[in-house]
């Protein structure tokens, strides 16, 4: 991706414009709506950030405060070596990309060969707005979300 971005900057560039931002808007981000393109590029344009990335938080029970492995002989310890969280309300909260479905980067940043540059700030997105399809199922679930938003209740 981080090619096609370079291209699409350099191309805007031989047509006369300097983009003072490039956004990314992924194809497998279906639910994603204008209110978040506009919000991620308004908190670009407000924050002096270097990168703004759409992210959902992660449910609490996947946060690296509830992962447990099996080791060796079969037994389960947590994943983290820190006291293990149980109350919800008290375990950190955690983001992951989703998708992600809106990504602005400075033109900087693009050239450096980064999409990523030294400050990212989130942009945070629903669950429901933050399916990204990589397997089949995940169509199942865009589905289930878009008749939800629609009223169809199933």
Same mark, same amino acid.
């Given at each position: 991706?981080?090619?096609?971005? #370079?291209?699409? $900057? !350099? ?10 931002? +490039? ?9 994603? #709506? ?25 449910? =609490?029970?996947?946060?690296? !405060? ?6 060796? /002989?079969?037994? $389960? =310890? ?9 109350? #919800? ?25 980064? $999409?990523?540059? /030294?400050?990212? #700030? ?16 995940? +169509?199942? $679930? ?10 169809? =209740?199933?």
């Amino acid at each position: 991706m981080l090619d096609v971005l #370079r291209h699409a $900057l !350099a191309w805007a560039r031989e047509e006369g414009d300097e983009p003072c931002a +490039v956004v990314l808007l992924q194809p497998t981000s279906p639910l994603r #709506r204008a209110e978040h393109i506009d919000g991620a590029i308004d908190l670009f344009l407000s924050s002096q950030a270097d990168t703004v990335v759409s992210v959902v938080q992660v449910p =609490h029970q996947y946060g690296p !405060a509830s992962l447990l492995q099996i080791d060796s /002989n079969g037994q $389960l =310890h947590p994943y983290m070596d820190q006291p293990i969280v149980l109350r #919800r309300q008290e375990k950190p909260k955690y983001y992951a990309r989703n998708g992600p479905a809106v990504l602005v980067i400075k033109p900087q940043v693009l050239e450096a060969g980064q $999409l990523y540059g /030294n400050i990212v #700030r989130p942009f945070e997105m629903e669950c429901a707005d933050s399916v990204d399809i990589d397997v089949k199922d995940d +169509v199942a $679930l865009a589905e289930f979300w878009l008749l939800r938003r629609r009223g169809h =209740h199933s």
